[in-house]
């Protein structure tokens, strides 16, 4: 437990930050389909493991539905709150893995996305307020 490599090769890396840097002085909603349009197609077949890139579609898939720009207040209080908690699980289960010597992989936006199905409930959709914790 606790030896499972999650790195993505260094020229995946290097190409995410070049992406990055050509970005330039964009503005920084420019990004805000990275994760939902530009991830998938950019990580897909980077991970050495396929476990790995499912895992982030289905981070992919709760960005969207956080950023409808319409959402049911049982679907989120529900539904939405299962996906992210069993998401959180997920991920502290393949990355954290339960060995301390890898708790720096538990950062704090991690635990954040918990609190997103309340933050959607009291302030309405995401994209109508800056959630700075999850940004």
């Not at 950023?67 to 954290?96: C, G, H, M, R, S």
Request: glycine residues 6%; contains cysteine; hydrophobic residues 40%.
């Amino acid at each position: 437990m606790g030896n499972e490599d999650h790195k993505l090769s260094e020229s995946t890396v290097k190409a995410i930050g070049g992406a990055c840097t050509a970005a330039g002085n964009t503005m920084p909603t420019a990004f805000g389909t990275h994760t939902t349009l530009v991830g998938p197609v950019v990580l897909r077949n980077q991970f050495l493991r396929v476990k790995y890139f499912k895992h982030f579609l289905e981070l992919a898939k709760i960005f969207e539905d956080c950023l409808k720009l319409t959402i049911d207040a049982d679907y989120v209080d529900n539904e939405l709150w299962e996906q992210i908690a069993a998401w959180v699980l997920t991920y502290k289960k393949i990355y954290y893995q339960y060995n301390l010597a890898r708790l720096s992989t538990c950062t704090l936006t991690v635990h954040a996305l918990l609190h997103i199905p309340d933050n959607i409930l009291n302030g309405g959709p995401v994209w109508c307020y800056w959630n700075y914790i999850t940004e």
